[in-house]
């Protein structure tokens, strides 16, 4: 298999939360940069995501959509990163909380975003119960330990701390004092500074 990484992403998307990913594995890669109204929906990107959503990634002829997923296959493939824990306690919270931020959190934030209210009695309907719920949830992982999954920085921290970051900045999320010093915690580091300052560039440029 090629060694090849190649990030399709759009500086205003949730492709700045894998782009962080790839700046923590410390491995080259290519950026394909696509756009909302023309190459997102094209033949040719359709063909890796079917869905024409952002963030995919391909590994030479792997192919990765969801960006959880992106972020859990890039801990494992390039293990010298440090972004996986061991099989254990820390791996099982690692899994908890990397599959409750692209479950419960994602889907309560984005529902709260819509204007979208759940009828009275139907929050056992609903996987995330309540906002409440999902949010007190995440405060308590967010103070039980320095990371996610304990004392050590994993991809866990990339994805769901990226959905704290963009919601206290967005206001879908409480700007709890918990949510708001993890969140400058994790948002310190060299690599989400790195992603931050390449997606932003892009944005300054003019279109055309």
Not at 26 to 50: F, G, H, M, R
Not at 192 to 207: G, H, T, Y
Request: aromatic fraction near 10%.
């Amino acid at each position: 298999m090629s060694d090849d990484l190649v990030l399709y992403t759009n500086p205003m998307s949730r492709g700045r939360i894998a782009r962080w990913m790839m700046e923590e594995i410390s491995q080259p890669y290519e950026v394909v940069l696509l756009d909302y109204a023309t190459t997102l929906k094209a033949p040719a990107y359709l063909a890796i995501n079917p869905m024409g959503k952002i963030p995919a990634l391909t590994h030479g002829d792997v192919v990765v959509t969801e960006c959880a997923a992106i972020c859990a296959y890039l801990a494992d493939a390039f293990p010298q990163a440090g972004l996986a824990p061991p099989p254990g306690q820390a791996r099982a919270a690692y899994y908890r909380w990397l599959f409750f931020a692209a479950g419960p959190v994602e889907a309560a934030v984005t529902n709260k975003q819509l204007g979208f209210e759940l009828a009275p009695g139907k929050d056992r309907t609903a996987g995330y119960g309540s906002l409440a719920a999902v949010l007190n949830a995440l405060e308590q992982a967010v103070t039980s330990s320095p990371y996610l999954a304990g004392e050590a920085f994993t991809a866990a921290d990339v994805y769901a701390g990226s959905q704290i970051g963009f919601g206290l900045r967005f206001g879908t999320i409480d700007k709890r004092p918990e949510f708001v010093q993890y969140w400058e915690r994790i948002s310190s580091r060299p690599a989400a500074i790195r992603a931050a300052a390449m997606d932003d560039a892009l944005l300054a440029k003019p279109e055309g």
